[in-house]
Every structure is written in structure tokens, then in C-alpha cells.
């Protein structure tokens, strides 16, 4: 028998960063790496505390792609 516990997060939703410009991705994971972690591939997660803290990155980084799904190559 699995148990599983969970511990409550005050996070409001977790994006992929996605963006054809490298350097762009790199500079937003520098700013922002206390709220950054990788997924099982490594791909870079944002997460965002509340719905304006999402608001206020999709706004000051407009050359990145904030997807809530991600591909999966078979």
C-alpha cells in the first residue's frame, strides 16, 4: 500500500519558459530563480505566486512563451 502526503504551497501556477531567443530565457532565470525550478527534463518551470505576479512577468518579458503544457516527444 502507497501513501502519499502532500504539503500545502501558496503557489497560484506553475509555466513552462519558452522563448526562441536563449539569452532572453537565461537573463529571466537569473532574475527570477528564488520562484524558477526544472521539470524531469530539465526544462525551466516558472512558478508564480498569484495571478499577478504571472500578470507582471508575461508583461515585462514579452519575448517568452509561458505554456501550461509542454510536448512530449514518443
Known amino acids: 500500500m502507497w501513501l502519499f502526503f502532500f504539503e500545502p504551497t501558496d503557489l497560484f501556477t506553475a509555466r513552462w519558459v519558452e522563448s526562441d531567443e536563449p539569452t532572453t530565457v537565461k537573463q529571466f532565470l537569473d532574475t ?7 521539470d524531469h527534463d530539465g526544462s525551466p518551470v516558472f512558478l508564480a505566486r498569484n495571478a499577478w505576479h504571472m500578470s507582471k512577468a508575461e508583461q515585462d518579458w514579452p519575448d517568452l512563451q509561458f505554456r501550461t503544457t509542454k510536448e512530449q516527444a514518443v
Open 32 to 38: 527570477n530563480r528564488s520562484v524558477m525550478a526544472e
